[in-house]
């Protein structure tokens, strides 16, 4: 089993909620609302600030793709 503080994990790229909000062309507050909601991709929050591991991110797109590609 990993260390749960390996580097892998702690050096994963991070996004702030505002990064977050612009890649997906919405509102910080949609995004505190999903947090209150407890929808949309897992989050930490460091020092009283909210991030999103890139890594999740990307998870939560993928898990939302509809249709085919052609």
Same mark, same amino acid.
């Given at each position: 089993?990993?260390?749960?503080?390996?580097?892998?994990?702690?050096?994963?790229?991070?996004?702030?909620?505002?990064? =977050?909000?612009?890649?997906?062309?919405?509102?910080? #507050?949609?995004?505190?609302?999903?947090?209150? /909601?407890?929808? +949309?991709?897992?989050? =930490?929050?460091?020092?009283?600030?909210?991030?999103? #591991?890139?890594?999740?991110?990307?998870?939560? /797109?993928?898990? +939302?793709?509809?249709?085919?590609?052609?």
């Amino acid at each position: 089993m990993a260390h749960p503080f390996a580097p892998t994990d702690r050096d994963a790229p991070m996004l702030r909620q505002s990064q =977050l909000a612009k890649r997906w062309n919405m509102s910080t #507050r949609t995004l505190e609302r999903w947090r209150a /909601e407890n929808y +949309g991709p897992p989050y =930490l929050v460091l020092g009283g600030s909210i991030r999103y #591991r890139l890594d999740d991110i990307v998870a939560f /797109e993928a898990a +939302g793709l509809r249709g085919t590609i052609r």
